[in-house]
């Protein structure tokens, strides 16, 4: 069984950073690709960043130049850090992975969520 667990949300006034982290746990054999959702309120989740194992990684217009999607495999963990921070990115972040697992089932899995709230 695998677990996300994401950290790292908060308050921020525009302009400012954050870095968001998803700690998966359990019988994993390799994190393939992953994902960066956000879902604010009244509004459809949607794609903010994305990567496969092959290194391509994808960002939503709206981030592109402010956000930047990685992952360090030793710690099984995947990051998003955010700057130059809006308003408009206030929303609830969720990661989105697809592992491997240690018998070598492949799966998506999502963390909880973390809620980012940017204020003018």
């Known amino acids: 069984q695998v677990q996300l667990v994401e950290s790292g949300g908060g308050n921020v006034q525009a302009g400012g950073s954050l870095r968001l982290s998803c700690v998966a746990s359990g019988s994993i054999f390799s994190i393939n690709a992953m994902g960066w959702y956000r879902q604010a309120p009244g509004k459809q989740r949607e794609l903010v960043a994305a990567?496969?194992?092959?290194?391509?990684?994808n960002y939503a217009d709206s981030v592109k130049g402010r956000f930047t999607i990685s992952r360090d495999n030793a710690k099984n963990t995947v990051y998003l850090q955010m700057n130059d921070l809006k308003p408009e990115d206030t929303a609830v972040y969720y990661c989105n992975v697809v592992i491997t697992n240690t018998a070598r089932a492949q799966f998506q899995a999502w963390g909880q969520g973390t809620l980012v709230t940017v204020s003018e």
């Open positions: 990567g496969t194992s092959g290194g391509t990684i």
